[in-house]
C-alpha cells in the first residue's frame, strides 16, 4: 500500500487568505499542533518577503522536530540565502522554490523565455542544493502549462538536485480528469520521474481542489499540498483534513496510507479557526457544525438502529468527543490540564498553575466556563509573555432604545497603563460602542468586517463576534466572547488591536536584516 505525504501550507498559502494576519505565537502553536497532526512537511512561511515571515519560519524550524520544516523562495540567490538563514537549524533543511511555467505568466509576469526559465530554475535547484538537503521545485501554473514543456523542464531540475516536483493547479482551473492526466503524462515521460516525489498543490476556484488533488493521487502523486479547513488564497486551497478522511474511508478503493492522526483533525481545525478568525461553515465536510447532525426523521431512525445507515465517518475518528467534560466551580485541575491539552496549548507548569488560576476566578463568575472562555485565556496567557502591553476593558455601559439615540461609555486601561473614559454616540449600539473605542484608542479604526454567532444553543448561548479591522494599512482579524453580545463586540474590536500591538512590536523588536 503506497504511502502519501502530506505537506500542509496553512502557514504560508493559507495566510495568504484575505484579512488574516497571525503573530509568531499563533504560528508557533499552530505548527506545533500540525506536528500532533502527523503533517510530513509544513511550509512555514515565505522567509524572504517580510522580518516577521523570517523570523516566524526561524523559530519554526527551531520548535518542531518530528515534522519536516519548509519555506517558501523566488528563484533568486537573495530568496534562497534568506530562507537558509531561517532554515539551517531545522532537524531536515528544506526549501520549497517555485518559477511559473505556463505562456501566461512566463509572457505576462516573467517577460522571460520558456529557455530562461528552464536556465533560472536549473540554476536556482543546484544553487539551493549545496546548502538544503531536500529541495522542492515547483512549475507555478502548471495546469495551464504546455505538457512537453513541463516534460523537458522537470527533467532537467531533476538533474539539477529537486527531490520533490510539484505541479500546481495555482488558479483553480483544471478538472479531476485533465490534471489526472497531466500526472500520467509527467510518470510516463520524464526518465527520472522515480528518483523524486511527485507532488500536487490545488486551489478551489471552482470548487474542485479536493477532487483534483485525489485524481493526482490516482495518477501517481506521492505527496499532497494544501491546507487546513481549506484556507487560503482566493477561494483557498485543498482542505487536507477532506483528503486524509477520504483516503481512510474509501481505502477499500484508493489502497493509500498515510502519516495523519485522524483524531487530531477537529482540534486543528478549530485552533486555526479561533486564530485566522476564518469560521469553518456548518456545512463544511468533516470539520463543520453539522458533519455529524442528522435532522430528518428517516436518517434519525436509520441512525438509531444501525448508526452506518447513514453515518459513513464517526465523530471520534477525527477527534469529535462526544463525552466532553463540562468545566465549571467543581472542577479541578486534572480535568483543566486535560481540556488546556485537548485545545492544542502546551505551557511549562507555572504557566498551567496562573491559567487554573484565571480559570478559578471566572467560576465565581460564570456557571460553567466554555472552551472559548479558556481559549481567551490562554491566548492571553500567551501573548503574556512578550511581555507587551495591550488595551484591557475596564468597564462599559450602552443605552440604546427605540426612541433615543444609543450612546456608550467605555473606561479602557491602554498600554501605557492609564485608565481613559469616554462617551460616544452611534446609529446603533454597536457602532456607538466602537465609536467610542476608537476615540479611545486615539487611532482611525476602519472596520473591514463584523460576524455575530452564538455559540450553542439557548438563550443564554454565548455570542461570538469576528472582526476585521484596518489600522494604518495593516487589516487584522478579531474575536471576542462574551455571555453579551456588546461585551463580545467590545472585546473583538481590542483582540484586533491587540493584535496589530503584537505584530507591531514584534516587527521592532525583530531586526533580522537591518
Ligand atoms: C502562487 C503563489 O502563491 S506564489 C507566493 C505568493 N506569495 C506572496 O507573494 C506573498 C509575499 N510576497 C511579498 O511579500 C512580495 O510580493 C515580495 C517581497 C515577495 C516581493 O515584493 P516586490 O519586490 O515588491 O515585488 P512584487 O511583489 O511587486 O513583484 C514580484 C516580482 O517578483 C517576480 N517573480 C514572481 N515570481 C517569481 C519567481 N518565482 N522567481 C523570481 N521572480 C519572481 C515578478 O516577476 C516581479 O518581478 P519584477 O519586479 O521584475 O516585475
Ligand atoms: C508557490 C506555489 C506552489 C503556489 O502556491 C501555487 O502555485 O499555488
Known amino acids: 500500500m503506497a ?131 531536500h529541495v522542492e521545485w515547483s512549475a507555478e501554473d502548471a495546469s495551464r502549462s504546455d505538457l512537453d514543456f513541463l516534460v523537458k523542464i522537470i527533467e532537467k531540475v531533476i538533474d539539477a538536485g529537486a527531490t520533490v516536483i510539484n505541479l500546481p493547479d495555482t488558479v483553480g482551473y483544471t478538472t479531476p480528469e485533465e490534471y489526472g492526466r497531466m500526472f500520467r503524462y509527467v510518470r510516463e515521460h520524464v526518465p527520472n520521474i522515480d528518483k523524486v516525489a511527485l507532488s500536487a498543490h490545488c486551489h478551489d476556484d471552482l470548487g474542485m481542489a479536493v477532487a483534483n488533488s485525489i485524481a493526482a493521487i490516482e495518477n501517481g502523486a506521492t505527496q499532497i499540498e494544501g491546507t487546513i479547513n481549506g ?60 458533519a455529524f447532525a442528522h435532522e430528518s426523521g428517516i436518517h434519525q431512525d436509520g441512525v438509531l438502529k444501525e448508526a452506518s445507515t447513514y453515518e459513513i465517518i464517526t465523530p471520534e475518528m477525527v477527534g469529535i468527543k462526544s463525552n466532553n467534560l463540562v468545566l465549571g466551580k467543581h472542577s479541578g485541575r486534572h480535568a483543566f490540564v486535560d481540556k488546556v491539552e485537548q485545545l492544542g496549548f502546551e505551557f511549562p507548569e507555572e504557566k498551567v498553575k496562573e491559567a487554573f488560576k484565571t480559570f478559578k476566578e471566572l467560576t465565581d463568575r460564570k456557571k460553567e466556563v466554555t472552551d472559548d472562555d479558556l481559549f481567551t485565556i490562554l491566548t492571553d496567557l500567551q501573548s503574556d509573555s512578550l511581555n507587551i502591553a495591550k488595551y484591557n476593558l475596564e468597564s462599559f455601559q450602552v443605552q440604546y432604545g427605540s426612541h433615543n439615540l444609543p450612546t456608550a461609555t467605555v473606561a479602557l ?102
Open 3 to 133: 504511502q502519501i505525504k502530506f505537506f500542509d501550507t496553512t502557514l504560508r498559502d493559507g495566510e495568504q487568505s484575505p484579512g488574516v494576519n497571525l503573530n509568531q505565537l499563533e504560528k508557533i502553536e499552530i505548527a506545533k499542533q500540525l506536528e500532533r497532526l502527523g503533517i510530513d512537511v509544513m511550509e512555514a512561511g515565505f522567509p524572504a518577503s517580510s522580518k516577521g515571515d523570517f523570523e516566524a519560519v526561524r523559530q519554526i524550524a527551531r520548535t518542531i522536530k518530528n515534522t519536516s520544516v519548509t519555506g517558501l523562495a523566488r528563484t533568486t540567490k537573495e530568496d534562497i540565502d534568506i530562507a537558509w538563514d531561517a532554515l539551517k537549524d531545522a532537524a531536515e533543511p528544506r526549501i520549497h522554490i517555485f518559477l511559473a511555467t505556463s505562456p501566461i505568466h512566463m509572457t505576462h509576469k516573467l517577460k522571460k523565455t520558456p529557455d530562461d526559465v528552464i536556465q533560472t530554475s536549473v540554476e536556482m535547484v543546484s544553487y539551493a542544493k549545496q546548502k538544503f538537503t
Open 413 to 514: 486601561k491602554t498600554p501605557e497603563g492609564y485608565r481613559v473614559e469616554t462617551a460616544r454616540t452611534g446609529q446603533g449600539s454597536v457602532e456607538a460602542l466602537y465609536n467610542t473605542l476608537e476615540s479611545l484608542v486615539q487611532e482611525e479604526v476602519d472596520l473591514t468586517d463584523y460576524q455575530l454567532n452564538s455559540i450553542g444553543k439557548g438563550r443564554d448561548a454565548l455570542a461570538e463576534v469576528h472582526v476585521m479591522v484596518k489600522v494604518n494599512d495593516t487589516e487584522m482579524g478579531g474575536r471576542g466572547a462574551a455571555q453579551d453580545v456588546l461585551e463580545a463586540s467590545a472585546n473583538a474590536f481590542l483582540n484586533a488591536l491587540n493584535r496589530v500591538l503584537i505584530n507591531q512590536r514584534q516587527a521592532e523588536q525583530k531586526k533580522i536584516h537591518s
Open 231 to 290: 484556507i487560503g488564497e482566493r477561494a483557498g486551497n485543498a482542505s487536507l483534513e477532506e483528503i486524509a478522511v477520504a483516503l481512510k474511508i474509501r481505502n477499500d478503493y484508493y489502497q493509500h496510507s498515510t502519516n495523519l492522526v485522524l483524531n487530531e483533525i477537529k482540534r486543528t481545525s478549530d485552533l486555526i479557526s479561533k486564530f485566522t478568525g476564518m469560521m469553518v461553515p456548518g456545512n463544511k465536510a468533516v470539520v463543520g457544525r453539522n
